[in-house]
């Protein structure tokens, strides 16, 4: 069994640097992150194979469809890539703001207000009676003239916050998809390693029942019987532990998709795929690297961290607005 779990390790290593989202940001940065194209390699018993690698789907090689339903629904309900989500759609919201900084701002006011004047008031012409004014303020357009690129250096800075958020999105994605195929490879190695357990257990059974009858009819003493009960108790033991580690991985497996305990005990357990289902090529270029989310995520920090390094700059220089009022 841990044989057939070393076989999938190789799975979970092609989720480290799976293909970003579609969803992450163009421009030159991103565009160098991007890596594909159809690479060779070696398998051991069926020759030299091509296929295109990374997927984002990575866990799908292992064929397995209880994994593959998981992880959709954890990529759809996990409280943590909601978050992150909504995270990003605030970036968003401020980048639109400081974009907004690099146009004319025009703006105008009216307003209505009907006042009653207290009959013991101090307005003795008034007292009594009830006045309606208008107020209408003048069209007025503002525009600031980014000559040393402040504004320019503060949008770009805020679209890089976008950036950032959405690598940050695909490593939690990245980690969760990782975390769900570990637990559930566990969860059916366990499986398959509680049914030999219990054939064990049923031996051990089978045995003690023979070694009493031999006690009975005189051809052994009662030292086999009494060892024999402590075989089975200890496999007893190792299935109730197993039982208990299967438990434990299915309550983790609901709590990554983001469900409570009681969910995961309708997981599935299918049986482990051999070394044969899943492809890796033989040989990676160090700048697969720069798939990582993370990696993306510093990148894109240090790219704001320099925008607003000039921003800061320009605040030095003098600032000129221009004002018009019409009305």
């Not at 060779?40 to 292992?62: F, R």
């Not at 994994?67 to 970036?91: C, G, K, M, W």
């Not at 070694?211 to 052994?220: A, F």
């Not at 990148?299 to 800061?312: F, K, L, N, P, S």
Request: aromatic share 6%.
């Amino acid at each position: 069994m841990k044989r057939r779990i070393a076989l999938i390790l190789p799975l979970l290593l092609l989720g480290a640097c799976a293909r970003l989202p579609p969803h992450l940001p163009g421009g030159k940065m991103a565009q160098n992150t991007q890596i594909s194209g159809t690479l060779a390699y070696v398998d051991g018993h069926n020759g030299v194979l091509t296929g295109t690698w990374p997927v984002s789907n990575w866990w799908t090689s292992a064929q397995l469809p209880a994994l593959n339903t998981l992880i959709t629904e954890a990529l759809r309900d996990n409280p943590s890539l909601q978050v992150a989500s909504a995270r990003i759609l605030q970036a968003k919201a401020a980048a639109a703001d400081q974009h907004a900084a690099l146009l004319p701002h025009f703006s105008a006011a009216a307003s209505v207000t009907q006042e009653y004047f207290s009959r013991q008031g101090l307005h003795a012409p008034l007292n009594g009676k009830t006045i309606t004014y208008g107020a209408l303020n003048p069209l007025e357009m503002r525009y600031h003239l980014d000559l040393w690129g402040r504004d320019s250096d503060r949008a770009r800075s805020a679209l890089g916050e976008v950036r950032v958020h959405q690598a940050d999105y695909a490593e939690a994605k990245l980690l969760l998809s990782t975390q769900l195929a570990w637990h559930y490879l566990l969860l059916a190695g366990d499986v398959q390693r509680l049914r030999q357990l219990v054939r064990a257990e049923a031996l051990h059974t089978s045995l003690l029942h023979l070694e009493q009858q031999r006690w009975h009819d005189g051809l052994s003493d009662a030292r086999a019987v009494y060892l024999q009960e402590e075989a089975r108790a200890g496999a007893r033991q190792s299935v109730a532990d197993m039982q208990a580690a299967i438990a434990q991985q299915r309550y983790i497996l609901a709590a990554l998709v983001g469900h409570g305990p009681d969910w995961g005990r309708d997981i599935p357990a299918e049986p482990l795929p051999t070394l044969s289902t899943i492809t890796m090529p033989r040989n990676l270029p160090l700048r697969l690297i720069a798939h990582r989310p993370d990696i993306v995520a510093a990148r894109w920090e240090t790219e704001v961290a320099a925008q607003q390094v000039g921003a800061a700059r320009a605040a030095f220089y003098p600032d000129v607005n221009i004002a018009l009022f019409a009305g």
